[in-house]
């Protein structure tokens, strides 16, 4: 099993690394800027770190719609190209308690996405002109699916996830169906938040953790599942756990963990991968204070569910 020593990336905020048939582990994140997409690749996840196989792969313009807090990029190789989804805003104005982004995607068809070949596909159209961000990807049977996490105006809170099926990777081909909103009280402390889905097929099941409240100390993991011979675009096929299965180690200062994904070490045992901070005292807006660092954990099955153990 390989050791890692935590914090592995400082200032990265929505860590998603992912390894790909090529052999590489590869990462991108949020800046503390919210200005760029950077990826980068490496042969290890420790050297994610410090590789010089690092590129900024799309900047935001000046203005427009898409010009600013750019969030939680995702990168996904799917039907043979590179995709990295990501939401932007026109500005830092909040509007109705909400920041205003929409979701976007840029597409790299080069085996290689640590290559200037990015191209800037748009926004990604749900049908409900809404706050909306964090969209991740899964396969299964041939069928790609979308996930992210939207506001709906007829529904509390800030948030609420939602699945579809991709026509093409940029397109849906169904429309949005909600699996979870914020009703538990530790989902909505601060704001009522479900956010920042990512999902591990594992043991016959699809398991969908996702984020919940403010992104401070009580910001913490919920999990989803669902059969994996089961419609996966049907709400009902999902079970929610009542109460979060990742969340603040106090006695071991880890503070806020969440905004996750899954990958593997190399040696193929499943890992946890989050952010959290090391202190609570935040001064304004936990947004803009550039300390959620990138961690990483095993993640242990046992009796075919995970155990996400404690914040470390």
């Not at 748009?122 to 996930?147: E, K, P, R, W």
């Not at 675009?233 to 109460?243: F, G, M, N, R, Y």
């Not at 905004?259 to 499943?270: I, K």
């Not at 890992?271 to 609570?280: G, N, P």
Request: aromatic share 14%.
């Amino acid at each position: 099993m390989t050791d890692f020593v935590n914090p592995i990336i400082e200032q990265r905020a929505d860590p998603h690394i992912y390894k790909h048939t090529d052999g590489y582990y590869y990462f991108t994140a949020s800046v503390p800027e919210y200005d760029r997409i950077e990826i980068r690749r490496a042969k290890t996840i420790a050297e994610l770190d410090t590789t010089s196989e690092l590129i900024n792969a799309w900047y935001k313009p000046d203005t427009g719609p898409y010009s600013d807090l750019i969030w939680a990029p995702e990168l996904h190789f799917i039907d043979n190209a590179w995709y990295v989804y990501f939401a932007a805003a026109p500005s830092r104005e909040i509007i109705d308690g909400l920041f205003q982004h929409r979701m976007y995607a840029i597409s790299n068809s080069n085996p290689n996405p640590i290559t200037p070949e990015w191209t800037f596909e748009g926004q990604i159209d749900t049908g409900m002109d809404t706050f909306c961000l964090d969209a991740t990807s899964f396969s299964h049977n041939g069928v790609n699916y979308y996930v992210w996490a939207q506001k709906d105006n007829n529904i509390g809170g800030n948030s609420n996830l939602y699945i579809a099926e991709l026509e093409t990777p940029t397109k849906l081909r169904t429309a949005p169906q909600c699996l979870t909103i914020p009703e538990f009280e530790w989902e909505q402390i601060g704001f009522w938040v479900n956010e920042g889905p990512s999902v591990i097929h594992r043991h016959g099941k699809f398991w969908m953790t996702y984020s919940a409240s403010a992104t401070d100390e009580n910001y913490c993991m919920g999990l989803l599942y669902a059969d994996e011979n089961s419609d996966l675009l049907d709400p009902k096929s999902w079970v929610k756990a009542e109460q979060p299965v990742f969340k603040t180690n106090w006695e071991k200062k880890v503070y806020g963990p969440g905004h996750n994904s899954f990958t593997v070490d190399e040696q193929g045992h499943d890992l946890l991968v989050y952010h959290a901070r090391d202190y609570t005292e935040i001064e304004g807006d936990p947004l803009w204070d550039p300390n959620r660092h990138t961690r990483i954990k095993r993640l242990i099955w046992e009796d075919g569910f995970p155990i996400f153990g404690e914040a470390i």
